[in-house]
């Protein structure tokens, strides 16, 4: 009796969830290559096909937040940042007033809003990004 079982064994050609440096995701991989201790050395995406070196997952979870301070008052608010809250991404289309959560900046407003690109303000800082719009 062994424990073999439990542990999925990894092989090549085997498919392993790894983040992928071109997509910016974690994306499903092949594995490409084993060392000889039977670790993960090189993997493919399968979404863009690029062979790199395989990182573990790296647990960046900020979305702690228990700091809720229900103060939300709906009453003659002449909030800029009225909007709702979305996840950024080049592919969606933005609006002034639009709240944006960007993995790299975080929280920012989106002040202006033109063909293909929006000034988002994080903090004191602007950016302009990339949208659909
Ligand atoms: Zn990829």
Known sequence: MNSL???????LGGDIDAYCGKCKEIREHVI???????AVERVQCRTCQSNHIYKEKQAKTASTRTSTRG????????????????AYSMQEKFQIGD????????????????SGKI????????KILIHAG
Do not use: C, M, N, Y
């Open 71 to 86: 103060s939300r008052k709906d009453t003659g608010s002449t909030a800029e940042s009225s909007g709702p809250l979305r």
């Open 119 to 126: 000034d988002v303000k994080f903090g004191r800082e602007l």
């Open 99 to 114: 709240r944006v959560e960007h993995p790299k900046f975080g929280l920012g407003v989106v002040v202006e809003s033109r």
């Open 32 to 38: 490409a290559a084993l060392s000889a201790q039977g």
């Open 5 to 11: 079982g439990i542990v999925k064994r990894l092989q």
